[in-house]
């Protein structure tokens, strides 16, 4: 599976965007997905996922700003950010997994190359 991510840029704080990560080459519909991000200076964290059957599962320190989706006839995960705030900049990356192992320990087979998304105060 080849995983492409979309739709960073920089926004001011309060506003939005969408991220769509797009899947070749593989049977996406099989794989449970996930956006996790990188700010700079700190460790990769889990955002969001979406199991294969649609349920989803956030970060707490997210409260609720964020919404991922998946539209398998298109291959596509999308994360809705809303309210975004000058710390959720980060490179943002989607992945796949294969097997669920919970929020801590489940580890990803395909990784996407990462989009910017900058928040200014």
């Known amino acids: 599976v080849q995983l492409q991510a979309f739709g960073g840029g920089l926004v001011q704080a309060g506003g939005s965007l969408r991220l769509s990560c797009e899947a070749s080459r593989g049977t996406f519909s099989r794989y449970g997905m996930a956006w996790l991000r990188q700010a700079p200076g700190k460790e990769r964290e889990l955002v969001a996922r979406i199991r294969s059957g649609g349920s989803s599962a956030y970060a707490d320190f997210l409260k609720g700003r964020f919404t991922i989706s998946r539209d398998n006839a298109k291959d596509t995960v999308y994360l809705q950010m809303n309210s975004l705030k000058p710390e959720d900049t980060a490179v943002y990356y989607c992945?796949?997994?294969?097997?669920?192992?919970?929020?801590?320990?489940?580890?990803?087979?395909?990784w996407g190359q990462g989009t910017l998304v900058t928040v200014s105060s």
């Open positions: 992945a796949a997994y294969s097997w669920d192992w919970g929020w801590e320990g489940t580890t990803y087979d395909y």
